[in-house]
C-alpha cells in the first residue's frame, strides 16, 4: 500500500489501461485463469485505474527508498566496495488479461526485475550492460558468491550471471493441484501449462511481447510445442511425475464446481491471516 503523499502524486495523472489478449475473453480460458481473474468484473474501469496508480506510486517510494540505501553506503565510504542486486519475487497483472496479483507465468507476474552493480573495481559487470540470458530466482545466489569470490557449492542448481554458462530453457512452477501452473521458456517461446484440463498455451515474446496472441493451436508451431512438452516433461518431480507416462502429458479434470462467492466478502481477511492452517488446494 503506497503512502497517501506517493498516491497523491498519481491521482490527477493518465494512466495507461490494462492489456488485453485476444485468447482472454474466449468463453473456455483455463480453469486457473478463471479462477484468477474473478476479481476483475468487480472493478470499475476508474477503479482498475486507481490499482494501477496505486502500484506506479509505490514503485516511485520504492525508487526514494533505494536513493537513502545508496546514499548511506555512500556516507559510509563503503559504496565503492560494495555488490547491489536488486531483484523481485513477483510481479502484478494490474488488470492485464482481466487478471491480478501474482501466482501466473505471464509477463506482469513473472518477468521480474535484475539489477546488478558491481563494486568500483569490478570489471564483471559492465556498466549499462543488457544480459538477454534466462534468469531465475535461483541464480542470484550464485551470482553473489561468485562475485564475492566464494566457491558455489557443488549442489546449487543455480547459474552464476557473470559466469559463461547459459541455460537453454527455464522452468518454472506454481502450486499443485487443480489451481496450479508450469511454464518452460526458451529465449523467445513461452510455453504454459495449466493441469487442469490439461490445458498449453504459446507464446512468441519475440513478435508478441505482450502476450496478446496465443499461437498454440497453430499449425507451423506442433513441432516446437512438442519440444517444449518433452522439456517440460523432463523437469516433473514428485506428484508431478504421475501426469507423464506413456510418453505423453497428462492433466487433471477441470474442474466443474463453482467459486463460493461468499457473499462477495470471500477476499476478506482477519487479523490471523496467513497464519491459520488446513487450506484445501483450491482454497482462495
Known amino acids: ?137 535461483q541464480d542470484v545466489m550464485p551470482t553473489l558468491l561468485e562475485l564475492c569470490g566464494i566457491p558455489v557449492p557443488a549442489t546449487c542448481e543455480g547459474l552464476s550471471l557473470v559466469g559463461n554458462k547459459a541455460r537453454s530453457t527455464l522452468y518454472a512452477e506454481w502450486g499443485v493441484g487443480s489451481t496450479s501452473t508450469r511454464m518452460i521458456h526458451n529465449g523467445r517461446y513461452k510455453m504454459i501449462w495449466y493441469p487442469a484440463g490439461n490445458r498449453f498455451q504459446l507464446f512468441d515474446l519475440e513478435a508478441d511481447p505482450h502476450e496478446l496472441s496465443d499461437i498454440s493451436g497453430q499449425e507451423a508451431h506442433v513441432k516446437l510445442l512438442g519440444r517444449l512438452r518433452s522439456v517440460l516433461a523432463r523437469n516433473f518431480y514428485g506428484t508431478d511425475t504421475k501426469h507423464f507416462r506413456d510418453n505423453k502429458i497428462y492433466g487433471l479434470a477441470d474442474p466443474k464446481r463453482k467459486f463460493r462467492a461468499s457473499r462477495d466478502l470471500s477476499r476478506q481477511r482477519g487479523l490471523a491471516f496467513p497464519a491459520r492452517s488446513g487450506g484445501g488446494e483450491d482454497e482462495e
Not at 490494462?18 to 474466449?26: E, H, K, Q, R, V
Not at 478463471?34 to 516511485?60: G, K, P, S
Not at 506482469?108 to 543488457?130: C, N
Open 1 to 137: 500500500m503506497p503512502l497517501a503523499s506517493y498516491l497523491e502524486r498519481y491521482r490527477g495523472r493518465q494512466i495507461d489501461e490494462p492489456l488485453m489478449g485476444d485468447w482472454a475473453n474466449a468463453a473456455d480460458v483455463p480453469y486457473t485463469v478463471r479462477m484468477a481473474r474473478l476479481l476483475r468484473d468487480r472493478l470499475t474501469a476508474e477503479q482498475i485505474a486507481d490499482v494501477r496508480r496505486a502500484f506506479y506510486a509505490q514503485c516511485t517510494h520504492i525508487d526514494h527508498q533505494i536513493r537513502l540505501l545508496i546514499g548511506t553506503l555512500n556516507d559510509e565510504e563503503i559504496l565503492d566496495n560494495t555488490i547491489i542486486l536488486f531483484c523481485a519475487d513477483h510481479g502484478d497483472m494490474l488488470g492485464d488479461h482481466g487478471l491480478f496479483a501474482k501466482r501466473l507465468m505471464y509477463e506482469g507476474s513473472a518477468h521480474i526485475p535484475l539489477i546488478l552493480l558491481d563494486t568500483e573495481q569490478g570489471k564483471r559487470v559492465a556498466v549499462g550492460h543488457v544480459d538477454m540470458r534466462l534468469a531465475g530466482l
